[in-house]
T-cell receptor
Framework: KAGVTQTPRYLIKTRGQQVTLSCSPI?????VSWYQQTPGQGLQFLFE???????NKGNFPGRFSGRQFSNSRSEMNVSTLELGDSALYLC????????????FGPGTRLTVL | QKEVEQDPGPLSVPEGAIVSLNCTYS??????FMWYRQYSRKGPELLMY??SSGNKEDGRFTAQVDKSSKYISLFIRDSQPSDSATYLC???????????WGAGTKLIIKP
């Protein structure tokens, strides 16, 4: 089975712009979670989607949003980018919600200038 | 104070040594404990999964949970240079599915 794929792998944006990141989960997986990873804060949970519904949301401002499509693919959007949004954004898929066996993609490295 | 504390390291040890990685936590409701390994430029991958207290062994890896002390450990025996990576602990409690993560410890195994 192919693993979790994320596109793009690298992205450079400037402050004030918006960005959309994409995640394709493992075939058959219905749950997709998004995380922000920075050296100082570690992995911070953004949100989780299951069957196109947001099931859980972390403590991030409304500039961070996401959605899941009927084929389980997911996108996350960050509007009005700030310098502090520079991070590795990781997507993880699970066969069902609530499972702890999360399979991570390689991440999208976002740099905000 | 963070719910899960983990020393970011780096921790550098010679090849063949026994490695001990640790996390402490404050939420007594945590029942499910995991260790993930993350190589550079890759996403984390699940190494060990433990429920409640006790030990779990898988090859050279042993996960240990002490709920009374709110302390979990990952031991690596006969460490290899290929074990060099960042090790993250993660945990959750009861019906809350959201995982709480440690900051990760960078481990370097010197040949």
């Amino acid at each position: 089975k192919a693993g979790v794929t994320q596109t793009p792998r690298y992205l450079i944006k400037t402050r004030g712009q918006q960005v959309t990141l994409s995640c394709s989960p493992i075939s058959g997986h219905r749950s997709v979670s998004w995380y922000q990873q920075t050296p100082g804060q570690g992995l911070q949970f953004l949100f989780e989607y299951f069957s196109e519904t947001q099931r859980n949301k972390g403590n991030f401002p409304g500039r961070f949003s996401g959605r899941q499509f009927s084929n389980s693919r997911s996108e996350m959007n960050v509007s009005t980018l700030e310098l502090g949004d520079s991070a590795l954004y990781l997507c993880a898929s699970s066969p069902r919600d609530g499972t702890d066996t999360q399979y991570f993609g390689p991440g999208t490295r976002l740099t905000v200038l | 104070q963070k719910e899960v504390e983990q020393d970011p390291g780096p921790l550098s040890v010679p090849e063949g040594a026994i490695v001990s990685l640790n996390c402490t936590y404050s939420n007594s409701a945590f029942q499910y404990f995991m260790w993930y390994r993350q190589y550079s430029r890759k996403g984390p991958e699940l190494l060990m999964y433990t429920y409640s207290s006790g030990n779990k062994e898988d090859g050279r890896f042993t996960a240990q949970v002490d709920k009374s002390s709110k302390y979990i450990s990952l031991f690596i025996r006969d460490s290899q240079p290929s074990d060099s990576a960042t090790y993250l602990c993660a945990m959750r409690g009861g019906s809350n599915y959201q995982l709480i993560w440690g900051a990760g410890t960078k481990l370097i195994i010197k040949p």
